[in-house]
């Protein structure tokens, strides 16, 4: 009899093996020839070479579908390990609302982060066909949300190797200056849109790690300047606060491997009264160039409280 150790410290555990374990037992029995033991981030398998080497192929597919998906469920056992499981959660409805293309990403614990009304699935379209997007649309239409979400989704799928979000460091009224902290602490609360929307679909130790390691990269506008931007997915978020030569400067960082998706409400822009906004001038020079594509999101597309769109209609800022 021999051992197989493999590792699965690159997923959730409370995904894999499932509530109350139901996905280990279910992997049991379909090896009942094996032993299989987990402790902590390891498994082990006891059994002869032949059991041992399909057992490993089958799991390290399990492993693959878990670290992409953040999800596992009985359809995703059945279909993997090439039978029919006995046991099934009632719950278990992922894998059709996958199939029918709503889902853009799959969170932590199987959340499912969708695009949920015509223009967020037209900028998933979109941006699987060109690589430079501008998604402009008034507060609550998930324009940021979707955009990092398919970010999110291009790694998982190991598309590109690097996020990078960036904003503007321009805010109504306020100055980085004045505020408390050195540099980053000044900067974070401009950013956390972007973590909190991180926070949604990525589990909060790989998220970390990301961070850690720059595999995600969030920053000010400024600190783009001078760089090549490749093999990755670039979102700028509120570029109605860029200036046209910020903007320019920000959408020449592209390399040949790259996606870039630019986000801004023009009926809200926080620069001086005498600047103008950088995103304006964009959206009228480029419409026409093959390659980047433009989706407007408007009232229909508020995915907030639903007294959010009638805020908005008050301000004058949807019809």
């Known amino acids: 009899m021999n051992e197989l150790k493999l590792s699965i410290e690159n997923v959730n555990p409370a995904v894999l093996w499932g509530p109350n ?4 037992e279910i992997i049991k029995k379909q090896y009942p020839k094996l032993k299989i033991v987990a402790r902590g981030s390891e ?7 032949h059991e041992l080497n399909v057992f490993q192929e089958k799991f390290s597919h399990l492993l693959e579908h878990v670290e992409k998906f953040e999800n596992l469920n009985i359809t995703d056992l059945e ?28 969170g932590p614990n199987g959340v499912m982060v969708k695009a949920r009304t015509a223009n967020q699935r037209k900028m998933v379209d979109c941006i699987n ?15 940021t949300y979707t955009a990092v979400a398919l970010a999110v989704r291009a790694l998982k799928n190991k598309e590109i190797k690097r996020i990078i979000l ?18 980053k602490e000044k900067i974070d609360p401009y950013l956390r849109p972007l973590y909190d929307a991180l926070d949604d679909m990525i589990p909060a130790e790989k998220l970390k790690l990301y961070l850690e390691n720059r595999t995600i990269e969030i920053a000010p506008l400024a600190f783009m300047r001078g760089r090549t931007l490749d ?35 023009v009926t809200q822009i926080d620069l001086p009264k005498k600047q103008q906004s950088g995103l304006h001038t964009a959206l009228r020079i480029l419409t026409d160039i093959k390659g980047i594509e433009i989706v407007y999101l408007s009232g229909e597309d508020v995915v907030r409280h639903k007294l959010v ?9 949807i019809q």
Request: some cysteine; overall charge negative.
């Open 21 to 24: 374990n139901d996905h280990f």
């Open 43 to 49: 498994v082990k398998i006891l059994g002869d070479d």
């Open 79 to 106: 279909r993997i390990l090439g039978s029919k499981v006995t046991t099934a959660p009632s719950t278990d409805q992922v894998t059709d609302k996958f199939a029918s293309g709503e889902v853009i990403v799959f």
């Open 129 to 143: 066909k060109s690589d430079i997007l501008f998604a402009i649309g008034p507060a609550g239409t998930g324009k």
């Open 166 to 183: 960036t904003r503007p460091a321009v805010e109504a009224g306020e100055n980085l200056g004045f505020l408390p902290g050195d540099l």
């Open 231 to 265: 093999n990755c997915f670039v979102i700028l978020d509120e570029a109605q606060n860029a200036t046209d030569m910020q903007l320019k400067m920000f959408l020449t960082r592209m390399g040949p491997s790259a996606k870039f998706i630019v986000t801004g409400d």
């Open 309 to 317: 769109r009638k805020i908005l209609e008050a301000y004058g800022d």
